[in-house]
């Protein structure tokens, strides 16, 4: 049988009622042309371009190298008279591309080897179709299956080359191709998306894909809470001036990649606002790594930092990769970095400086890209004078410095906080809770929280554990807010004395056990001015 005498009814194979579909002798599948456009659209999508022509262009290859092989074994009469066109031939046969002129030569001297024109390539159809047009060539799995064809006839490799292609806007698809070794350095950006190595960079994509969307939805979230405080914010939500200014510096410092260190009271929700700002950043999509160096002893913390070097002291039985290298291209954040010795002080200087980490063990240093995002409670002024604290390591952190507010200092946050935690350590808990009583609430406004916003967080879940209705009470909060001595100021409103004689009645009341003679006799009044008194407590509570 000659080339010219293939005939598609013949080269497939099947049973008319339907199953096993067969094209020189491997089964074979049918595919809607537009099902396949559409599968190259969720690839780039989901994956982006370099992923998806990768995984098309391999898949090509693959095909077009089986395709040869096929060939040679069920057709050796076509193989060798017209081996060298015969993958041409198949493809018109099979619907995918019509080849309008092909040129061939023996590709000595650097000459192209084949020179062809295709018409009606169905992947610059369903490209234009499903993503519009290109800038670049987009015949990827046609370009894959024709390379895999030839470098199988070749018995070398053959790479072919689109320079002109319907996908893109020119009139028809233009292919080259010569042997690998022929080819210039214009090759050398193609290569890539054969190569298995490739896979790599492919990942390397996915996860940076995936890593940006789950940042964008975080940063969306953060970016609603902050604007409208309900619902379901992050622990740096607000409605307080003082923190929403804390939250604008924060916004305006994550555009820019200079060092700060974050100042507050514990508790105020400094790592969150380092996180906060690496969200907000260009470098959102790499790694944010964070470190207690309060938690940590000098040596240890140095090869926490730095990595160590396997045989480097006892039981560093491999070589382990400190954190800066664990953040590159992200953030360090730095939490309690008042606490670190003078010794550790000097190293972290220098890598600070130097832009680079020596691990322990090892002799040589290796560069490091990372933004510094440090913390502390203490004053470090304070530090300096005192000669406990670097100076030149100070204003190497402190760039820009971020103080957060104590929670005391922003009672508008209070309840929207206490409320979130709610919510969220009720459902974990399974507890039908909805909020909390009017009583239980201006108690938790009257607080002061040397705690701040986690001892907020521990009082909440205290109260879901001991609440037994739909909303929590007084009796449900923690014994320091039960039993706190009485603010005459809230929110900035001196309160009435009335108001305040009825919180400190009910609350010895509450702690007596609610033994009124034992209430009556601990407050000095008599039992009749204590049910007098209870009684228009009572009263008011109905209007």
Known sequence: MKLGDLDLRELLSFNPEGGVIELLGERALLFNAFAMGQLRKELIDTLGMFAARSILT???????????????????????????????????LTGLTGVHHNTRTDGAGGRPLIESVWDDCYEAEQHLLHIGRAEEPVCWSEVGF??????????????????QCRGKGDATCHVTARYKENWGPEVEPHLVYYRMESSAALLKELSDKLRCTENKLKKRQKQLAFLEGVDTP???????????????????VAKVDSAVMITGESGVGKELMAHFIHDQSARAARPFVAVNCGALTETLLESEL?????????????????????????????????????????????????????????????????????????????????????QDLYYRLRVIELQVPPLRERNEDILPLARFFLTKIAHGQGRPITGFTPNAADQLLRYDWPGNVRELQNAVEYA????????????????????????????????????????????????????????ASELNIGLATLYRKLKEYEAQDMT
């Open 306 to 390: 730095f990595g160590h070097a396997k045989g480097s002291f006892t039981g560093a039985d491999k070589d382990r990769v400190g954190l800066f290298e664990a953040a590159a291209g992200g953030t360090l954040f730095l939490d309690e970095i008042g606490e670190v010795s003078p010794g550790m002080q000097v190293k972290l200087l220098r890598a600070l400086q130097e832009h680079e980490v020596r691990r322990v063990g090892e002799n040589k240093s290796r560069p490091v890209n990372v933004r510094v995002v440090a913390a502390t409670n203490r004053n470090l002024a304070d530090e300096i004078t005192a000669g406990r604290f670097r």
């Open 58 to 92: 391999r898949f090509g290859y693959a095909n077009g190298w089986r395709t040869a092989m096929n060939i040679r074994l069920n057709m050796p009469e076509v193989w060798k008279d017209s081996k060298d066109s015969a993958g041409s031939r198949l493809h018109s």
């Open 234 to 252: 992050p622990l740096i939500m607000t409605r307080s001036q003082a923190m929403r200014n804390a939250v604008d510096i924060a916004w305006r």
């Open 464 to 519: 879901v554990a001991m609440c037994q209705d739909s909303q929590i009470d007084i009796s449900d909060l923690p014994c320091e807010l039960r039993a706190m001595l009485l603010k005459p100021v809230v929110s900035g409103c001196i309160r009435p004395l009335e108001e305040i004689e009825r919180d400190y009645i009910l609350g010895v009341l509450h702690a007596v056990g609610d033994n009124k003679a034992q209430a």
């Open 146 to 163: 024709a390379s895999g064809f030839s470098s199988y006839v070749e018995g070398k490799e053959v790479v072919f080359i689109e320079d």
